[in-house]
T-cell receptor
Framework: SQELEQSPQSLIVQEGKNLTINCTSS?????LYWYKQKYGEGLIFLMM?????EEKSHEKITAKLDEKKQQSSLHITASQPSHAGIYLC?????????????FGGGTRLMVKP | DGGITQSPKYLFRKEGQNVTLSCEQN?????MYWYRQDPGQGLRLIYY???????QKGDIAEGYSVSREKKESFPLTVTSAQKNPTAFYLC???????????FGPGTRLTVL
């Protein structure tokens, strides 16, 4: 099993609909990162969350980290075709050395126009 | 412009051949990382380096080698010992003491 579980693995939504992607760990996370990847390209940094209960927003994307720092959600409001891609969560988990990140399996998002 | 670059974008290799993937950054980052991504899976760490002339194995280092002779460069060699090398390879860099990593555009390696 992976240290970080992402759900769902894939998601197809109609343009304009809201959606939520989850990232869950059985351990307390030191830091949680959300990245977006266009198919076949590198990762683009979206947001970083470090404090329990923290919430950050950028344009129509909001990320939250729960109080126990074991679960994060990424919420997209009024989705657009430009939101399509793979969303990956990465986290600094207790057994990582240095500044290593462990990544979830990714969520593949398709937005139907 | 500051950034992290990888080359080539696509690479084809015959079985039994070694191949080297390039990763360069001009962000003055001390730390650099190599990840492998397989279809439908997340990223797995191959090697990382926090200072010049030093590097550490990640979770799946077997069949790979790296060097860090310059701060800006962290090339990855996929050797013939790597049993299943076809994958998408991503390089990242970051500042020491922080977890934030910045990624290159990736190299897709296909073994024929």
């Amino acid at each position: 099993s992976q240290e970080l579980e992402q759900s769902p693995q894939s998601l197809i939504v109609q343009e304009g609909k809201n959606l939520t992607i989850n990232c869950t760990s059985s351990k307390t996370l030191y830091g949680l990162y959300w990245y977006k990847q266009k198919y076949g390209e590198g990762l683009i940094f979206l947001m970083m969350l470090q404090k329990g209960g923290e919430e950050k927003s950028h344009e129509k994307i909001t990320a939250k980290l729960d109080e126990k720092k074991q679960q994060s959600s990424l919420h997209i409001t009024a989705s657009q075709p430009s939101h399509a891609g793979i969303y990956l969560c990465g986290a600094d988990i207790p057994q990582n050395a240095g500044n290593m990140l462990t990544f979830g399996g990714g969520t593949r998002l398709m937005v139907k126009p | 412009d500051g950034g992290i670059t990888q080359s080539p974008k696509y690479l084809f290799r015959k079985e039994g051949q070694n191949v080297t993937l390039s990763c360069e950054q001009n962000l003055n980052h001390d730390a650099m990382y190599w990840y492998r991504q397989d279809p439908g899976q997340g990223l797995r760490l191959i090697y990382y380096s926090q200072i010049v002339n030093d590097f550490q194995k990640g979770d799946i280092a077997e069949g790979y080698s790296v060097s860090r002779e310059k701060k800006e460069s962290f090339p990855l060699t996929v050797t013939s010992a790597q049993k299943n090398p076809t994958a998408f390879y991503l390089c990242a860099s970051g500042l020491l003491g922080t977890d934030t990593q910045y990624f290159g555009p990736g190299t897709r390696l296909t073994v024929l």
